[in-house]
């Protein structure tokens, strides 16, 4: 079961790094969200050992870049996220981006079936995955991923894609999921809802994507702002309120103007 409130871990290095990620998992996280692109398995490591938290309890992350899709590649490099994190196994491993032009994602999905198969990880979905790509996957492998991790905020609500991975039982993890802190923080209509409610602008976009029944990974750095974004279970939005959030959606709405279609990252 993939969490419905983990923890970020982009931009979070070093000793530093540490020091955030070990207040996360003080703070009551117990997912954690890495990738070999973050270059800090090492960080996220370095955190779960020096906490006291049983492996069995932690759900922890990591992606497969882009540079890595070739079969033989994509094992090494599983296996090697495992040796600097200091795991024997990981609980979700994902394709980061599909990078269609490259067209290896199928041949990289492969791979992650078998370290499947190997015990190298509990369960593997994507990243950044069209419906085109995730229909490829299943006639070239019968196999669907668990979970399709995906941008998603107030701005770019991906109504469709969530529609797709509902249908093929495929959950749907926002990332950025508070925007990035972009200009969706002062949206009037949120604000006007979080005084309501008597929460933050980041608890109630948080709780509308919790409602849309979607996984959340917001990153902080501060401890104040790390409780109150996990602490999204004592209010409920309305209907009303659900919609107006949604209809905040744009058609330019990507932080980063990242088409899974032709962006390609490695
Ligand atoms: N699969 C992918 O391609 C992909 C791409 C991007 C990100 N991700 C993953 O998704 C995670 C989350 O996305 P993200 O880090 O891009 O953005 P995010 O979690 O949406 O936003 C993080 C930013 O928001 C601020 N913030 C956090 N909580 C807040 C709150 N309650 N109110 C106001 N501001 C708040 C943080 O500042 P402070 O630290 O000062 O609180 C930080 O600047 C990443 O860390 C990474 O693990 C995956």
Do not use: C
Not at 150 to 162: D, F
């Amino acid at each position: 079961m993939v969490p419905l409130i983990g923890f970020g871990t982009y931009k979070l290095n070093g000793a530093q790094g540490v020091n955030t990620i070990t207040q996360a998992l003080n703070n009551g996280y117990r997912a954690l969200d890495t990738a070999v692109n973050y270059e800090n398995e090492g960080t996220v490591g370095q955190a779960i050992k020096r906490s006291s938290i049983p492996r069995e309890q932690l759900f922890v992350s990591s992606k497969l870049p882009g540079r890595h899709h070739h079969y033989h590649e994509a094992i090494v490099t599983i296996q090697e996220s495992l040796y600097r994190m200091q795991l024997d196994y990981l609980d979700l491993y994902l394709i980061h981006w599909p990078n269609p032009l490259e067209d290896n994602y199928v041949e990289a999905w492969q791979a992650l079936i078998d370290a499947q198969k190997f015990g190298l990880v509990r369960s593997i979905g994507v990243s950044n995955f069209l419906p085109e790509h995730i229909d490829r996957l299943e006639r070239e492998t019968g196999v669907l991923p668990a979970i399709n991790q995906i941008e998603l905020h107030p701005y770019w609500s991906q109504s469709e894609q969530r529609k797709y991975n509902a249908e093929h039982k495929i959950v749907t993890q926002a990332w950025s999921p508070i925007g990035r802190a972009n200009a969706v923080l002062s949206e009037p209509v949120i604000q006007k809802i979080a005084q309501k409610h008597s929460k933050t602008v980041g608890q109630i976009i948080l709780r509308w994507e919790i409602q849309l029944g979607v996984s959340v990974i917001p990153k902080s750095s501060s401890q104040v702002r790390q409780l109150q974004n996990k602490a999204l279970f004592d209010f409920e939005l309305s209907t009303a309120e659900m919609d107006s959030i949604t209809n905040l959606d744009k058609t330019d709405g990507r932080n980063k103007n990242q088409d899974p279609a032709t962006y390609q990252e490695f």
